[in-house]
């Protein structure tokens, strides 16, 4: 595998999604911070929250990114394209998936089966994250299928 | 809709968390809040029209009679309705608390908590949420989200509504209801958040909510606890300053004229404008009552802020922002408002960004030299803005204005706009000369100063009507020639200033109230004694060294707040009630600045010199 490309392009490609989520709230279109939803899984204190959770984006960011970048190396190919639908199916897996899963992971998040506690009273997303705003599917998916479509221009094969 | 349907203003308290406010009436109807801030559009405005506007309201669903006061020195609401099988209490408040301490758990970015118990019998409770956000264009339905509650959302906005009492939203009404039998010892929460571009932190209730009212009250406790005034007159005092604690935008520092848009300053009138901006004058005579009641914190937000937000305008001053420092706030008519009691229309923005005001400079340095006065010291970039005011005021003082009335009907040369520009030099050279500032251009700046005087002097005093007049060479008068005496413009037992202190009496003067002008101001229509003016006539009798007259008038205008001590603009000329916003933190520093001045003149001083008696800025370093 080709680190230095993963970490550098990893990073690129991570700064772009959450930009991109970010537009999104800034345009009034969804309420999916996931900087704020991953800091909150360390630190209930709202100011520290969305910088924990920035660098824990970023940890991800690289982490999925030496994903893509085997999943290249086993195809023995990468392209932009291929990279865009490995990044729309990774959307898919988190909002279908993991999304749902998340009240019973995050251990501040509520759930709308119980109601919030003392210690878990984050909004949850539910299904597809439409909690947060009924494009937020929409944007989550542009975000990760960008975030494919940069590593797959720019990773070189090992 | 009936204008009975509404509520007299001074009905309305209000509870707040120094970035929003609510006003809620006595029959429990929270019937005016903007989110996620003062100017933002309202989510409830029944204030602006029954109807369309939206309510959350929270009562007996019999008769009652309602008596409320707030919970000691705090902006907690506490309403007690009383029916003949039971008494109930109604606890209002939206959660404040400090930064350190909400660092340990999660908090709603913005919460109105309600907590509703049974003190005695039984009484039937309802409960009536019905958001309209955006002045009332939207009819939202709102959805239930399982145990969270239910949820309206826009956008990137969401509002939830979580309760104890058990809510439904029926076919035929948008809003979510509720009625629950609740005995003696019963006590029941309800909660409305709001949050935007962030996923919602929702609150619980039981330990944890009672916890976190307790907190609150902590919070507002302790901060009045900070206010360092001991003289009469202390509990309206206090309360004052908790309002203008309210109006104050806490990420900002700015401070906002009043929390609402559009109250009339005449029932079915057309003079309805938007105060939830940040006026640069409201704001430096505010931030001046704070400081002389000893709160620092607030005073240096506010000139952080006014540095801030003066930049884009530096050297020139706009009149108004909003609260972030935006200068552009374009006026226009909700048409599909009717009003407060029929009184159209309902604006949002205000066209009076435009006009020049240079009263604005004297108001502006003045606050920043008895902030400098009482904390010490200015720094260079401080030093360097407060320069180019003087050199803006040297150029432009000599122009006509629409002065501190903010008339329509044309500009002129207002003596009071000429006395503060001398007041702007005149603070700025005692800063240089105390060492505070450097590199003023002295000799400019004092013969300016002394031509602006003589000016005054000249055309701002009348021989054949015996007294300062409102314009250059006019006859008529206005009440802000009493503020020739509280600068030092003018020593107040002079011959002139005792002479234009009896005309205004006879001019303006009614019911121990006072009109702010009389003439046509452009606007059509006539409206009420106005209530900083009123209380400015308490503070000229005290410097006058009539203190028993002057705790009389004391006396007769808080007798005219309302039951909670709130004062609106203006008096009703027949009632005394309030009219305009409401409350309006000018008439709350009017009463801070008049009792200060009884203290002062009754041996209650607290060791420092009132402004306008002759006092120096203390030497630097």
Known sequence: MNVPSILLWGFVATLVMTTIMSASRGLGMSRMSIPFMLGTMFTPDRRRAPVWGFLATLAMGWVFAFVYALVFESWDRVSWWLGGLLGLAHGFVVLLALMPLLSGLHPRMASEYQGPEPTRNLEPPGFLALNYGRRTPIFALIAHAVYGILLGAFYHLA | ?621
């Open chain 2, 1 to 621: 809709m009936s204008s009975d349907a509404y509520p007299a203003i001074g009905d309305y308290a209000i509870i707040g968390d120094c970035r929003s406010a609510a006003l809620i009436s006595k029959d429990g109807g929270l019937d005016w809040l903007c989110m996620p801030r003062f100017d933002a559009p309202s989510l409830f405005a029944a204030l602006l029209d029954r109807e369309r506007g939206g309510h959350f309201t929270i009562r007996p669903t019999g008769g009652y009679r309602s008596e409320r006061r707030y919970v000691g020195e705090t902006n907690a609401l506490e309403t007690t309705f009383t029916s003949e099988s039971g008494r109930i209490r109604l606890l209002d408040l939206m959660p404040v608390d400090s930064e350190s301490n909400k660092r340990h758990e999660l908090w709603p970015e913005h919460e109105v908590l309600r907590r509703v118990e049974c003190m005695e019998g039984e009484v039937e409770v309802e409960v009536t949420c019905d958001p309209r956000p955006h002045y009332g264009r939207e009819i939202p339905r709102l959805t239930r989200m399982g145990e969270l509650g239910f949820r309206y959302e826009h956008r990137s906005e969401a509002l939830y509504v979580r309760s104890e009492i058990p809510l439904s939203v029926r076919e035929d009404s948008p809003g979510a209801q509720g009625v629950v039998g609740l005995q003696a010892g019963d006590r029941r929460y309800v909660s409305l958040i709001y949050t935007d571009s962030e996923p919602a932190v929702l609150p619980t209730f039981g330990d944890d909510a009672d916890r976190k009212v307790e907190r609150t009250l902590d919070w507002w406790r302790e901060w009045a606890s900070r206010c360092r005034y001991e003289g009469p007159y202390s509990d309206d005092v206090v309360r004052s300053a908790l309002v203008l604690k309210l109006l104050a935008y806490a990420p900002s520092g700015a401070i906002v004229a009043a929390p609402t848009t559009s109250l009339p300053e005449v029932v079915g009138g057309s003079r309805n404008w938007d105060y939830r901006y940040c006026w640069l004058r409201d704001a430096s005579m505010t931030l001046q009552a704070l400081v002389d009641l000893g709160y620092d914190e607030e005073a240096e937000a506010f000139l952080d802020w006014m540095l801030h937000s003066t930049r884009l305008t530096w050297p020139e001053l706009q009149i108004l922002f909003d609260v972030h420092g935006e200068t552009r706030l374009q006026e226009r008519e909700l048409d599909h408002l009717e009003g407060y009691r029929g009184s159209r229309p309902v604006r949002v923005g205000n066209a009076a960004e435009g006009q020049l005001q240079l009263d604005v400079y004297g108001e502006v340095v003045e606050a920043v030299f008895e902030f400098v006065r009482r904390e010490g010291d200015l720094n260079r970039a401080t030093g360097k803005i407060l320069r180019g005011l003087g050199e803006t005021v040297c150029r432009r003082w000599r122009e006509p204005d629409e002065g501190i009335w903010e008339v329509r009907s044309g500009r002129r040369h207002h003596t009071h706009s000429k006395m503060m520009c001398w007041v702007a030099l005149d603070r700025l050279l005692k800063l240089q000369e105390s060492g505070h500032l450097a590199g003023l251009p002295v000799g400019r700046f004092r013969k300016e100063r002394d031509a602006i005087r003589r000016e005054v002097e000249t055309h701002g005093y009348s021989e054949s009507a015996g007294s300062y007049v409102s314009v250059f060479d006019g006859e008529d008068v206005d009440a802000s020639l009493l503020l020739l005496a509280r600068y030092g413009f003018e020593p107040p037992q002079s011959d002139r200033m005792l002479a234009t202190c009896e005309r205004l009496h006879q001019r303006l003067g009614h019911r121990g109230m006072m009109y702010r002008y009389l003439g046509d101001d452009g606007l059509g229509g006539k409206e009420g004694p106005f209530g900083i003016c009123s209380y400015w006539a308490v503070d000229v009798l005290c410097r006058q060294g009539a203190t028993d007259a002057a705790a009389r008038s004391f006396e007769h205008l808080r007798s005219l707040s309302n039951d909670v001590g709130l004062y609106g603009e203006e008096f009703d000329a027949e009632t005394g009630a309030p009219l305009g916003n409401f409350p309006q933190a000018f008439t709350h520093v009017g009463l801070i600045d008049a009792a200060l001045s009884l203290a002062a003149g009754t041996g209650h001083g607290m060791g420092e010199p009132r402004r306008g008696d002759g006092h120096e800025v203390r030497d630097h370093g």
